[in-house]
């Protein structure tokens, strides 16, 4: 009876240790830690894996997931710098750093951050007129990254990013930003197609003037060149006129005539030349007009003789020198 006895105590404390022993080792999971308590007191934390506490004495007092972790921000009524309504809603990302101050320093660490976020989504938001908030996404997010991140650390959180995910104004103020978008599109067209009027008005009269200068020295060009041919045809009738002077100064009178056929010859050609005259009845004397040729032919006559006489001087001169 001893014996039994013994035995039964033995298979008692045995299974007592063994229980001991399955209560007091604890395995946490990758990517877990556990705080420990002993009589209500944090004491450690337990990183992943196999780990051997005292039990009765201590106990696993939180267990917190130390990955990267998302929390959706509801959607919520922002009032703007200048007074207009919007709905706005975004995404929280966070990491537990250190799991005794994420336990211990905060109450429902979900519900803080979450809090905290839109507290700060409407601080922000609501210090920014309504054309910033809509073109300035990244500056919001990088405000209240900063704003929440700096107010969880004490929390033992890394705050790694904010984003919002919308910003919805109301209808009418969508409906008004439309219409204002379509007047300043309409006026840059405007503006353009005037510029290009402008433009082309320029081009237009910078042609105009190139073209008028052109023209002014083209007929300036064909003025000098019709005063020079009157020059020179002046020069040559003064020659003309100076030779028959000389001519008739030495008693050559065929030279009057010649001056006289040639001036009715001339007459006689714009006569005819002329568009409102189709037959011309015109006395004239004949004899006239041959005495004049007459005498032109004497006149060349007289000064090839006057040559060929020029010439028989100079060849007889030329052997008395030698």
Do not use: C
């Not at 002993?38 to 267990?63: E, M, N, S």
């Not at 290009?196 to 003037?209: D, F, H, N, P």
């Not at 060349?300 to 030698?322: H, L, Q, T, Y």
């Amino acid at each position: 009876m001893e014996l039994v006895g013994f035995a039964g105590f033995a298979g008692a404390i045995l299974l007592f240790a063994l229980a001991v022993v399955f209560l007091g080792v604890k395995v946490v999971p990758q990517g877990m830690e556990y705080t420990v308590e002993r009589f209500g007191r944090y004491t450690i934390t337990l990183k992943p894996g196999l780990h051997i506490i005292v039990p009765v004495v201590d106990r696993v007092g939180a267990q917190l997931n130390m990955m990267e972790q998302v929390l959706d921000v509801p959607s919520q009524e922002v009032i703007t710098k200048d007074n207009a309504m919007v709905t706005a809603d975004g995404v929280v990302f966070y990491q537990i750093l250190d799991a005794a101050s994420a336990a211990y320093e905060v109450n429902d660490l979900h519900r803080a951050i979450l809090n905290l976020t839109m507290t700060n989504v409407r601080t922000v938001m609501g210090s920014m007129d309504l054309d910033e908030l809509l073109s300035q996404r990244d500056n919001i997010n990088a405000k209240l990254l900063t704003v929440v991140d700096e107010a969880t650390t004490p929390w033992g959180v890394k705050v790694t990013r904010i984003e919002i995910k919308d910003i919805s104004p109301p209808r009418d103020l969508v409906d008004s930003m439309a219409r204002q978008m379509k007047a300043e599109r309409e006026k840059r067209a405007q503006i353009l197609e005037a510029e290009g009027s402008r433009q082309s008005a320029v081009l237009r009269a910078e042609g105009e003037k190139q073209a008028a200068i052109l023209e002014a020295e083209g007929r300036r060009e064909a003025a000098y060149r019709d005063a020079e041919a009157r020059e020179r045809e002046a020069e040559a009738e003064a020659k003309a006129t100076n030779m028959v002077s000389e001519a008739i100064a030495g008693g050559d009178v065929q030279a009057v005539n010649y001056f006289i056929a040639q001036k009715y010859v001339e007459a006689l050609k714009d006569i005819a030349s002329a568009r409102n005259q189709k037959v011309l009845f015109m006395p004239m004397e004949a004899t006239g007009i041959l005495s004049s040729l007459a005498g032109i032919a004497e006149i060349g006559k007289g000064a090839f003789s006057n040559i060929e006489d020029a010439a028989k001087s100079g060849g007889s001169s030329v052997p008395s020198s030698r």
